[in-house]
């Protein structure tokens, strides 16, 4: 039975008086404080008297040496020795324990001290390396005042195991990476790892931190040892000038919580997933938190089939031109953003086939990689649903579906037809300013209260559902613009060339039909408010059940269209917005042209 100081307690061993040892000449060990007398080394092991008597101890001494010679030894440290001795995994990996009173896989047992003061490396080192045959391995919590456990050189676990670090959020329960150099990490973790809860910490304060120095990597590279079939269950890093944490080619594993604090630089992500010689995937994220982070918080590369639960990323401070989040993947889904309060903010999205959301970006601007901005491949076919809140969508968009957006600020994109779709549902939209020439876009059961700027021929869609109407403060002054079951409040002209196409919308404000080349098409909609023949040529088209409730119609739009910017075809109609007893009801386009021969239909 292996030798442990809270056997006693439970009686497990013979029940022997507290006073056993005494007269007997002991050498103890430092791993009892330095103590010099079983009193004191009963009080540095926290061990309580147990006033049972040798004769009831089971080994049937009579006296101190006796009782030692029976246990195995005729000193202390024999007696350790005999109840813990070198282990066969021990021996295999070539580490020898300092301390023989502390089971297999006990830092403690390595020489670990944990005061803050004392170099722990190699201790640290010797557990882990015992720890890739297959133990899991702990580290005990001791109270050093906020200083943690110090080394002085890179650690390293080779999986096989796991490793528990005891007490990790109280203070001094973290690795101290101070001593590090740059291009260094506090700690480099691959293969298959059963179980792992670690913190470390670069400096006592980022200020402080060197610059360069990272915090753990789970995985260097397919070709160098990578993480698979892994469960890790916490990782905390802080106070690097470098990278947090990094998971490089991640295979088949689950990560529950990872933390970083205060990390990052120019070059160095916060937070990342990485491709490096194969690509992350089939593994599950989920609580990932990276806090203030300096230049970059979260990078996700093009890992495949995975999923991150939550990503919580708050206080980023970006340089303004690079991104300060990218989300990337290929079938991959990203359930749950939280980034608010991130100053020069810029996140894109970069993901093929991937669901992102619900989602709050507070005051960071949303960016997309398709079209390669900042170097990032393209994607197509991403689902971004329910809650978001961004301040601007911006670059070459395409193949996206958007469902509940909130955009105080402009939404920004640049598509086609030709690239693939790009719709926005259920959302709450500021301004409006498609790029490029021909982008496209559709806005179903959408709520757009501010400005529309096209600057290049833009085509919208916008629809409402038996939801109720689309809500439009103002007439998008898009190239091109398709409306159906769509509310306008405002007074609006339509813009020169603008092809316009409405059924079942209302119109509440003055509505100015006018410059060349535009061309209106109603049917079914209902105008509150005047309708003018605007300046220039424009052509147009009411139907049947075009309705005026409110206001008057210009003498010019009472008749056939005159336009010689726009060219009809035979059998195009027009209806009359104000029939009478005296005036036809519609007139019919019978011979083709610009604008053509039109006849009247026979008066009611």
């Given at each position: 039975m292996p030798f442990n100081p809270q056997n006693f307690v439970n009686n497990q061993l013979p029940a022997v008086s507290a006073n056993w040892l005494n007269g007997v000449d002991v050498t103890v060990n430092s791993v009892l404080g330095g103590a010099q007398t079983v009193s004191q080394a009963q009080t540095a092991l926290a061990i309580p008297a147990l006033p049972v008597s040798v004769a009831n101890g089971g080994t049937g001494a009579t006296t101190a040496s006796a009782a030692l010679t029976a246990l195995g030894g005729t000193t202390l440290a024999a007696v350790?020795?005999?109840?813990?001795?070198?282990?066969?995994?021990?021996?295999?990996?070539?580490?020898?324990?300092?301390?023989?009173?502390?089971?297999?896989?006990?830092?403690?047992?390595?020489?670990?001290?944990?005061?803050?003061?004392?170099?722990?490396?190699?201790?640290l080192q010797n557990l882990f390396t015992v720890c890739q045959t297959g133990v899991t391995g702990i580290i005990p919590y001791v109270n050093n005042g906020g200083l943690g456990y110090k080394i002085s050189a890179p650690l390293t676990f080779e999986g096989g195991g796991g490793i528990y670090m005891d007490g990790v959020g109280r203070s001094g329960a973290w690795i101290n990476a101070s001593l590090l150099t740059s291009g260094q990490w506090a700690l480099t973790v691959f293969g298959v790892v059963t179980e792992f809860t670690i913190a470390v910490q670069g400096a006592a304060s980022l200020s402080a931190a060197t610059a360069g120095v990272n915090g753990i990597r789970f995985g260097i590279s397919a070709s160098s040892g990578n993480l698979q079939r892994s469960f890790i269950r916490y990782a905390q890093a802080w106070h690097f000038n470098g990278s947090g944490i990094a998971f490089n080619d991640c295979l088949d594993s689950?990560?529950?919580?990872?933390?970083?604090?205060?990390?990052?630089?120019?070059?160095?992500?916060?937070?990342?997933v990485n491709n490096v010689t194969d690509t992350t995937n089939n593994s599950v994220f989920g609580h990932i938190q990276s806090e203030q982070a300096t230049n970059k918080a979260v990078f996700i590369d093009q890992v495949i089939d995975c999923c991150f639960t939550t990503i919580h990323s708050e206080q980023a401070v970006g340089d303004g031109t690079n991104p300060t989040h990218v989300f990337g993947g290929g079938n991959t889904q990203y359930s749950n953003f939280y980034i608010p309060t991130t100053s020069n903010g810029l996140i894109y999205l970069n993901g093929s086939?991937?669901?992102?959301?619900?989602?709050?970006?507070?005051?960071?601007?949303?960016?997309?990689?398709?079209?390669?901005?900042?170097?990032?491949?393209?994607?197509?076919?991403?689902?971004?649903?329910?809650?978001?809140?961004?301040?601007?969508?911006?670059?070459n968009i395409y193949g996206w579906d958007f469902r509940?957006?909130?955009?105080?600020?402009?939404?920004?994109?640049?598509?086609?037809?030709?690239?693939?779709?790009?719709?926005?549902?259920?959302?709450?939209?500021?301004?409006?300013?498609?790029?490029?020439?021909?982008?496209?876009?559709?806005f179903i059961d959408c709520k757009i209260t501010g400005s529309w700027t096209d600057t290049g021929n833009?085509?919208?869609?916008?629809?409402?559902?038996?939801?109720?109407?689309?809500?439009?403060?103002?007439?998008?002054?898009?190239?091109?613009?398709?409306?159906?079951?769509?509310?306008?409040?405002?007074?609006?002209?339509?813009?020169?060339?603008?092809?316009?196409?409405?059924?079942?919308?209302?119109?509440?404000?003055?509505?100015?039909?006018?410059?060349?080349?535009?061309?209106?098409?109603?049917?079914?909609?209902?105008?509150?408010?005047?309708?003018?023949?605007?300046?220039?040529?424009?052509?147009?088209?009411?139907?049947p059940r075009d309705r005026v409730t409110s206001g008057t119609v210009s003498a010019g739009l009472l008749g056939p269209p005159t336009s010689s910017n726009v060219t009809y075809v035979q059998g195009d109609k027009t209806w009359n917005l104000q029939p009478s007893s005296t005036s036809a009801p519609a007139w019919a386009c019978t011979t083709a042209g610009t604008p053509g021969t039109w006849t009247a239909f026979p008066v009611l």
């Open positions: 350790e020795t005999a109840f813990n001795p070198q282990t066969a995994a021990e021996i295999a990996v070539g580490v020898m324990p300092v301390s023989f009173l502390y089971p297999q896989g006990n830092a403690f047992r390595y020489g670990f001290v944990g005061n803050g003061v004392t170099d722990d490396t190699t201790a689950q990560i529950e919580q990872c933390t970083a604090l205060q990390c990052g630089n120019s070059t160095s992500w916060s937070f990342s086939q991937c669901i992102y959301g619900p989602a709050n970006t507070g005051t960071a601007n949303l960016q997309f990689a398709n079209g390669n901005p900042g170097g990032y491949a393209g994607s197509n076919q991403v689902n971004f649903w329910g809650g978001v809140n961004v301040t601007e969508l911006a670059s509940g957006l909130t955009c105080p600020g402009t939404l920004k994109y640049q598509s086609g037809l030709g690239l693939g779709y790009l719709r926005f549902r259920d959302s709450s939209i500021a301004n409006v300013a498609p790029t490029g020439n021909g982008s496209t876009a559709t833009a085509v919208v869609y916008v629809s409402g559902s038996v939801q109720g109407a689309a809500l439009l403060t103002n007439f998008p002054t898009t190239s091109a613009a398709y409306l159906d079951n769509v509310s306008v409040t405002n007074a609006f002209t339509t813009a020169f060339n603008q092809q316009i196409v409405a059924t079942r919308c209302t119109f509440s404000g003055q509505v100015t039909i006018g410059n060349n080349g535009a061309n209106w098409k109603s049917d079914a909609c209902t105008f509150a408010a005047d309708i003018v023949l605007g300046s220039g040529t424009p052509g147009f088209t009411f139907g």
